[in-house]
Antibody, heavy 118, light 107 residues
Framework: QLQLQESGPGLVKPSETLSLTCTVS??????????WAWIRQPPGKGLEWIGS???????YYNSSLMSRVTMSLDTSKNYFSLKLSSLTAADTAVYYC??????????WGQGSLVTVST | IVLTQSPATLSVSPGERATLSCRAS??????LAWYQQKPGQAPRLLIY???TRATGIPARFSGSGSETEFTLTISSLQSEDFAIYYC??????????FGPGTKVDVK
């Protein structure tokens, strides 16, 4: 059974860079069946797709966040990562990692709340 | 592509039918999914390809529509179905967008 788990700091200062990791279990990330995605949700608001990465390392980012986002993965250790730079309070959100197949997000991590504040 | 969901809140009694709408600003063919989210939980995939139920989703959930108009129907609401429902399009892959959500609460 595919499972995902986010990890990272809960508090980050404005202008700094957020770094989150998603550990995948139950399936090898080397499989061509999945893309691996980050999605966020500000408190009390809706969902926003941040980006996706394929096992080959190909990345696809939300055009509105592209200038600040970097995703990477380590298939040997079965995890992928998100970096989001130049943070502001508007980046405060629950960050989810998820598996993506044929355009749908079929498995999700439990989410990691990141607060941007001094 | 912008997704609009209506109503924003739907008040329904247990056992009643709930009908949720999702409208796309341009055609997304059948590349639309529905998710359920309960407080403090991650979203759960319910429907993909506009009408195919995901693994383990009860038959009381059904999806229909194509192009720009989509509907999620819950035939007989159970207590565990009170939640927020989001639609999501993947027609202009790899740029995905979600709708703002419809909250289904107890009447």
């Amino acid at each position: 059974q595919l499972q995902l788990q986010e990890s990272g700091p809960g508090l980050v200062k404005p202008s700094e860079t957020l770094s989150l990791t998603c550990t995948v279990s139950g399936v090898s990330m080397m499989t061509s069946s999945y893309y691996w995605a980050w999605i966020r949700q500000p408190p009390g608001k809706g969902l926003e797709w941040i980006g996706s990465i394929y096992y080959s390392g190909n990345t696809y980012y939300n055009s509105s966040l592209m200038s600040r986002v970097t995703m990477s993965l380590d298939t040997s250790k079965n995890y992928f990562s998100l970096k989001l730079s130049s943070l502001t309070a508007a980046d405060t959100a629950v960050y989810y990692c998820a598996s993506e197949r044929i355009g749908m997000f079929d498995s999700w991590g439990q989410g990691s709340l990141v607060t941007v504040s001094t | 592509i912008v997704l609009t969901q209506s109503p924003a809140t739907l008040s329904v009694s247990p056992g009643e039918r709930a009908t949720l709408s999702c409208r796309a600003s341009q055609s997304v063919s059948s590349n639309l999914a529905w998710y359920q989210q309960k407080p403090g939980q991650a979203p759960r995939l319910l429907i993909y390809g506009a009408s195919t139920r995901a693994t383990g989703i009860p038959a009381r959930f059904s999806g229909s529509g194509s192009e720009t108009e989509f509907t999620l129907t819950i035939s007989s609401l159970q207590s565990e179905d009170f939640a927020i429902y989001y639609c999501q399009q993947s027609n202009n892959w790899p740029q995905f967008t979600f709708g703002p959500g419809t909250k289904v609460d107890v009447k």
